[in-house]
């Protein structure tokens, strides 16, 4: 990791292509431990421990959970066991059932329900964790290191797994705060210099930490440590970015509603108006005065009543965080402690002048984040809906569900907002459909996650079944054709969508299910949204195992292309199985995707219809970003076409994983869309080189690459105009000044400045191989100066030293010698291209 941190734009490509293999091996090594000790200790959680095969560890921490220490992998449950999370909605439902002295029973369940909501909460604190270090570490930011993380999900439970690092508590700690603000590290001038960079980069305050006299821009408690191997190491970084302003849904309320009462004063007074001109009676007049009049003081003097899914409880700044692509491009600095206890911290001796200062500091702090808060809620959210509405069809049909998250955080949105957006494109067909599909998807999964959870906490043997069957229950329940199938959609679900994601619905809870059922049936093309998934399954293990359950007679009877009554529970049943990693057996998914009519069953699935649960696992962007970089290349020395499109399918599939935990990244979506113009998706690639542009107009590299796209689909002025846009941000960049030397000579005509533009690709870069080669076949195809293109092809390839060209230049170096009559030179390179043609085949 460290060594692809200290990659330059100078970095040798063989180099740079040796690196990120390493962290590529190094990385699936990792995940498989993750995956295979992670797996044993969610299952043996409820053993005794004298019982258990990985014991669990005494490593400090309060909102950790519970740790476990095996093969040098730290291991964390991400849990709420001290009730940091709880939500002050449901503890308000506790008050009301102590007051009404509820049963035994009923209070247990609410106790249930209370842990259910901090358990989900520690998990967004967990996947806070791993997306903030991901932007701390592509921050760049040297002499400061960091570790590999990894999210582990299974049977309901998330584990955070990194390696255990040299440190050892408060004898290594010399930034931040262990104990909540109660001490706080003294920290070195080495120390404070490299974090106040990350700051600047990221676009966070500086403030004081709690009531110390030490300012910085990260949060109080993210901690520095010394390690014993002398390397700066930074731990605990989920509250880097700012909270959300707490009541920033309540004031979105408040304002939604006096709008609401100000449009019904303007069309009170418009009627009224109408109905004194039409009468011409004064006492017509002095009716509707006194009628406005008290509409208007009926509208300012009662406080409206805020419901319960527009408020937050007083820990939500440890969890409703800004979106950190949100942040890095807002105005002004915004503080990671904002309405966070840590503020309000004052020093033992301070004078009144210093806290008065520290209150009015700690004002305008908060003030800022309270209106970043509402900027994104009045003004981004109407603006990024509004780019969503205007997405062309065919790109549509290739939007699926994962891609549509990458692209609301990227932009800066939670996934809290969705039913924000969904509100703002209600009277879009795909969109409004989808993201109910999305937000649906998630309270199920929710739900589901919770019933596991509190069957491993009892279950006391490792074996699937038992987990199984509780899945299988549920999503009979889900997508059954019962009675008690609609009463849970109607009074469980509905609610529950409506508490997770406001605002309220446009339709009546009785209803949800019947807008999911029909969505689809009104979207272009149902199939755009089920193909990714089918892919993904066509592809698993688990596709090739023992026939399903369901009767193979149904499976045929009707064509999965055509619409049906339940085409919108596929999607649903498509997007859940991503979402909880279900693996079917046999062809149970594609009989359902033959025959939707089995969703009319009381019980469509069976127990053997669910093979078992894969664990899902998360981990920073570079990891998979270095895969995709290793597959780009294999594609690019494949000597198929039919190698070389797997490969590069497969990096695609790395990149877009990549963009899921940090989808603002450039250069991931510069080589996602290169890949998708390798393989011909070219609205695709331009959606992607657009995106990329977008966060960087003067990336030297996404514009060049933007140009030859706009090349190859004929737009010539276009991609002219990007040639010089890069070139204008980086004139000495070699590769884009023989890109465009290219450009010249195939695609204008213009011998003379193609000759000029060489040149400069040449002197720019002396070690640039390509651009010797390209200027050798320019001076013996355009010009026909074969003598004078053999030098220059015999002075680029001297250039190499002891690194193997690519075939190509091998395969021109034959033709220029045989058209200067070297025969014995040509001979040499044909067969240099011989052997490295046989050695890309043997690889």
Not at 48 to 57: C, D, G, I, W, Y
Not at 151 to 168: C, E, I, K, Q
Not at 778 to 783: D, I, Q
Request: charged share 20%; net charge positive.
């Amino acid at each position: 990791m460290e060594a692809v941190r200290a990659l330059t734009p100078n970095t040798r490509h063989r180099d740079r292509v040796r690196c990120f293999q390493r962290l590529a091996r190094l990385s699936r090594d990792f995940t498989y431990a993750v995956k295979t000790y992670g797996r044993i200790v969610v299952s043996e959680r409820s053993l005794p421990l004298h019982l258990k095969t990985v014991r669990p560890a005494q490593v400090g921490g309060v909102a950790g959970g519970e740790k476990y220490l095996v093969r040098g992998i730290l291991f964390k449950f991400a849990v709420d066991q001290q009730g940091l999370f709880s939500s002050s909605y449901l503890e308000r439902q506790r008050s009301a059932f102590e007051q009404q002295r509820a049963s035994s029973g009923d209070r247990q369940k609410l106790e249930q329900l209370l842990r259910s909501e901090g358990d989900q909460y520690a998990a967004k604190v967990a996947g806070h964790d791993l997306k903030s270090l991901t932007h701390l570490f592509n921050a760049w930011v040297s002499d400061v290191h960091f570790p590999l993380l990894a999210l582990l999900d299974y049977r309901g439970h998330r584990l955070v797994a990194m390696p255990y690092l040299p440190v050892s508590g408060s004898g290594t700690l010399c930034f931040g705060s262990m104990d909540a603000g109660r001490t706080i590290a003294q920290s070195p001038e080495q120390v404070v210099q490299p974090l106040a960079e990350i700051g600047r980069r990221l676009n966070l305050a500086d403030h004081f930490l709690g009531a110390s006299r030490t300012r910085a821009s990260l949060p109080l408690d993210l901690e520095a440590h010394r390690g014993s191997d002398q390397r700066l190491y930074l731990l605990d970084f989920s509250r880097t970015f700012p909270p959300e302003w707490p009541r920033s849904f309540a004031a979105w309320y408040r304002r939604r509603l006096q709008q609401q009462l100000d449009q019904q004063q303007q069309l009170g007074s418009a009627l009224g108006g109408e109905l004194s001109r039409a009468s011409g009676a004064s006492s017509t007049d002095a009716t509707d005065e006194r009628n406005n009049d008290k509409l208007q003081n009926s509208s300012v003097s009662a406080e409206p009543t805020i419901p319960d899914s527009y408020k937050v409880d007083a820990s939500s700044y440890l969890y409703r965080l800004l979106r950190p692509e949100f942040v890095k491009t807002w105005k002004r600095p915004l503080c990671s402690d904002a309405f966070s206890p840590f503020l309000h911290l004052q020093p033992d001796a301070a004078s009144k002048e210093e806290k008065l200062a520290r209150i009015e500091e700690r004002k305008q702090l908060n003030q800022e984040v309270s209106l970043a808060s509402q900027y994104l809620l009045n003004t981004r959210i109407p603006e990024i809906a509004t780019t969503m509405a205007k997405m062309s069809p065919s790109l549509l049909r290739k939007m699926t569900f994962n891609k549509t998250i990458m692209f609301l955080h990227a932009h800066g949105l939670n996934i809290r907002y969705l039913g924000f957006v969904r509100e703002q494109l209600i009277d879009h067909t795909f969109w409004s459909f989808m993201l109910l599909v999305e937000m649906v998807a998630r309270v199920l999964r929710d739900n589901i996650t919770y019933l596991l959870r509190q069957k491993v906490k009892s279950h006391l043997k490792p074996a699937e079944g038992l987990y199984c069957r509780i899945v299988i229950r549920r999503l009979n329940l889900i997508f059954g054709g019962s009675a008690e199938s609609e009463r849970y959609w109607e009074t469980s679900l509905a609610p529950q969508l409506q508490h997770k994601y406001p605002p309220d619905l446009e339709f009546a809870p009785a209803l949800l299910r019947q807008r999911i059922c029909s969505g689809s049936s009104d979207v272009a093309d149902v199939n755009a949204l089920l193909s990714p998934m089918q892919r993904s399954r066509s592809s698993s293990p688990s596709s090739s195992s023992s026939s399903s359950s369901l009767p193979s007679s149904s499976c045929s009877s009707s064509s999965s292309s055509s619409p049906s009554a339940y085409s919108g529970l596929l999607v649903l049943l498509a997007r859940l199985r991503q979402l909880l990693g279900l693996r079917f057996a046999g062809n149970t998914f594609a009989c359902l995707l033959a025959t939707p009519r089995l969703f009319s069953y009381r019980a469509p699935f069976e127990e053997t219809d669910l093979s078992g649960l894969k664990e899902r696992i998360s981990y920073m962007n570079i990891v998979a970003h270095s895969e995709g970089f290793v597959l780009k290349l294999n594609a690019a020395r494949s000597v198929s076409d039919e190698e070389r499109s797997r490969f590069l399918w497969r990096a695609i599939k790395k990149f877009e994983r990549a963009l899921m935990s940090n989808p603002d990244n450039r250069v991931t979506l510069r080589n996602l869309a290169d890949c998708y113009l390798a393989v011909d998706e070219h609205e695709l690639a331009m959606f992607y080189f657009k995106f990329a542009l977008s966060l960087n107009p003067k990336d030297t590299n996404t514009l060049m690459k933007f140009a030859t796209l706009l090349d190859k689909m004929g737009y010539l002025v276009d991609a002219q105009q990007l040639y010089l846009r890069s070139l204008q941000a980086h004139p000495l960049h070699s590769n884009c000044l023989c890109l465009y030397a290219d450009f010249l000579w195939l695609r204008l005509g213009d011998l003379h400045t193609a000759d000029l533009f060489y040149a400069a690709a040449m002197k720019a870069d002396p070690q640039n191989c390509s651009a010797f080669n390209n200027y050798a076949v320019f001076l013996m195809v355009a010009r026909a100066e074969v003598s004078r293109a053999m030098e220059v092809f015999e002075s680029g390839m001297s250039r190499l030293r002891d690194e193997p060209a690519n075939p190509v230049v091998y395969r021109n170096g034959s033709a220029v010698h045989r058209a200067n009559h070297s025969l014995e030179l040509a001979a040499h390179y044909s067969a240099s291209y011989q052997r490295s043609q046989q050695q890309r085949t043997a690889v």
